[in-house]
Structure formats: C-alpha cells, structure tokens
C-alpha cells in the first residue's frame, strides 16, 4: 500500500525488503495449498514492481541488527522514511518454561512451512501431542499443516483462554481442519462447561450445534491425527523433563464474566495439566523493538498532531483517505 500511495503521487520509490521475495505476510504467511490467494497477491505485488519509479532491494534487513541501521538509511537523500514492516516480534505470555524445549511461535511454523528462511532451515521439534495456544485462523493454518501433513503428530490440542462462543477463526477456515475434529470429545468438552456458559447466557445447545452439528467431513486416510479443544484455560507454565524438553502445559481453568455486554474470562485458581511434549503459541505479534523507532509498551510511539503540510501526510489523505487519521512514527 505505501508505494503505491508514493507512486500515484508522483514520487520515487526505493522499498527495501528483508526478505528477497516481496510480498511480506501476502507470501509467507498464508498456507501453501491457497493458490489462487497467492497468485492474485504475486499478481498485485508485480505490477507495483514494474513500476518505472520504484527501485527493489530484497534480502536486505533494516534495524539495529541488520544490514542497514534506520539512521543509515536517513543519510541517503530521502525525503521520506516510511516504515511498513508490520508487527514482527513475538508475543510472549511469560510463563515459566517458555523457552524450554518444543516451545515454539507461531512464526517458526508458518514461516517454516512457508520455505522463508532462515526459518525453513531449522528442524521443528514436534512431538505426538501438540498443544495450540490461541483460536484464530493462525490456529486453523497450523493445526491443518500438522494434521495433514506431519504423520507423526497424533493429536492436536487447542488451548482457548475463554470458551466456544468466543471463537475467533472464520467458519470458511474451520472447514480446513473439521475431518480431523474428535466430536465426540468436543460434546464432551462443551458439556463440561455447561455451567459456566449458561452463567453467561450462553446457550449450550445452540453451541452445540454451531461446532458440531456438520461433523460430517470425512478424514483423509493417510492423516491419522485428531483435534481437541480445551476451552476456558489459560496457560500457567510449562512442565518440562530432566532434559528441559516440554511434557505437560499447566493451565488455570477460567471461569466467563460479562460486563457491559462483554465477556471476558477470569481465573478459577484450580489448575489443570495437559500432557503434551509441543507447545505453539498463535496469540498475535507485536512490534519489534530493535528496528530502531521509539518504543514503549508494546507499540511504537507515534506523533499525535502530524504536520499537516507534510507531504507525505497530505499525499497519503488524498491518495488513501482510510489513512487519513493514521499517526506516522517520530524520527522517521
């Protein structure tokens, strides 16, 4: 988006890019089978490229870290700096134990099953029994990459901070991972927390239906594994052997809250633990801090009154009217 916006408003454009092939989240972070999403992005990203007044620099890195420094790249000539790398840090619950052994990001799986390197070089350490922190469709690609495609996975455990009715995957997506849903197990799940829906005014039945009532999706014969879910649980720490290798996820079961229409989930302080040996966190990204732009709390700090005379303000108002109130990062 920010070249073309440059583009279209008359300016030359030099997109550096960390990796060699453009396309950032469009390339690596789809799943591989989607094609046409592929092709229809590749599509879009070659024709920004061919543009006359865009020069492309892949596999070059930009950050304290990198190839170039933010403050090198501002002693070019620029007249602006734009920063379009999106949230490349991980998200951490810290828990004890999350740098033990077959605990891994999100990231080193999609990006592994995506060939970007240097992340298709390293070896997943995955064992039988994986468990899946988040319920997004993060969740949906990756469960469906070790179900279908990793024979040695034998059973897939999602673990959902609150319940059912929270859900955050697309029901297009779930369709993707269904063969592979224990049913029964599911009722069983579902039915396990009937109080604690129902003293939320969720309706149990109605749940019921809305995940189980398809169910009819037949399971590859090669894929073996299964999916469960694991609702209302909260991650605590991670149990690990002598050899600091994960066997088990602590979690504290959770109990729902509304407040003001909102439904929220609190600890119980009764613990549960699920004996896995891989644990994969999909609970989002944050913004990395080594790139060099001012940071606090998670985020960077951005400028709340932009110039207005800034043309690169002006140009992405007048060019791309949903960024018309978006606060561009000091310093760059």
Excluded: W
């Excluded at 490349?88 to 990231?107: S, Y």
């Excluded at 673990?159 to 269904?178: F, H, L, M, S």
């Excluded at 809250?257 to 302080?269: E, F, I, N």
Aim: charged letters at 20%.
């Amino acid at each position: 988006m920010a070249p073309r916006n440059s583009l279209e408003a008359g300016a030359h454009v030099v997109l550096f890019n960390r990796d060699i092939k453009p396309g950032g989240l469009a390339e690596y972070g789809i799943f591989p089978t989607k094609h046409k999403m592929k092709q229809g992005l590749r599509k879009q990203f070659r024709a920004i490229l061919a543009h006359p007044r865009l020069d492309y620099y892949g596999n070059c890195s930009i950050g304290e870290k990198g190839a170039l420094t933010l403050a090198d790249v501002q002693t070019l000539g620029f007249d602006a700096l734009v920063v379009a790398a999106g949230a490349q840090g991980t998200r951490q619950l810290g828990i004890p134990g999350e740098d033990a052994i077959g605990v891994m990001h999100a990231k080193d799986v999609v990006y592994h099953y995506n060939h970007l390197p240097p992340f298709s070089q390293r070896a997943l350490p995955l064992g039988k029994r994986v468990a899946i922190v988040g319920m997004g469709n993060v969740m949906i690609d990756i469960a469906h990459f070790l179900l279908r495609l990793r024979a040695c996975v034998e059973e897939v455990v999602v673990v959902a901070r609150r319940g059912p009715a929270e859900r955050k995957y697309d029901a297009k997506e779930y369709r993707y991972i269904e063969p592979f849903v224990d049913q029964q197990a599911l009722q069983h799940e579902i039915l396990r927390l009937r109080p604690r829906l129902e003293a939320v005014g969720q309706d149990v039945a109605v749940l019921m239906a809305e995940m189980t009532g398809n169910g009819q999706a037949t399971r590859p014969p090669d894929c073996p594994g299964r999916l469960t879910f694991r609702f209302l649980a909260s991650p605590h720490r991670m149990l690990t052997d002598a050899a600091g290798r994960v066997r088990g996820l602590a979690v504290e079961e959770n109990r729902l809250v509304r407040q003001q229409g909102d439904v929220s989930a609190r600890g119980t302080g009764e613990y549960v633990e699920l004996p896995v040996d891989t644990v994969i966190f999909a609970i989002g990204d944050r913004v990395d801090e080594s790139l060099g732009l001012p940071y606090a709390r998670g985020q960077f700090v951005t400028n709340p009154h932009p110039d207005a005379a800034d043309p690169l303000v002006s140009a992405y108002q007048t060019y791309d009217p949903i960024l018309s109130g978006t606060n561009f990062a000091s310093g760059a």
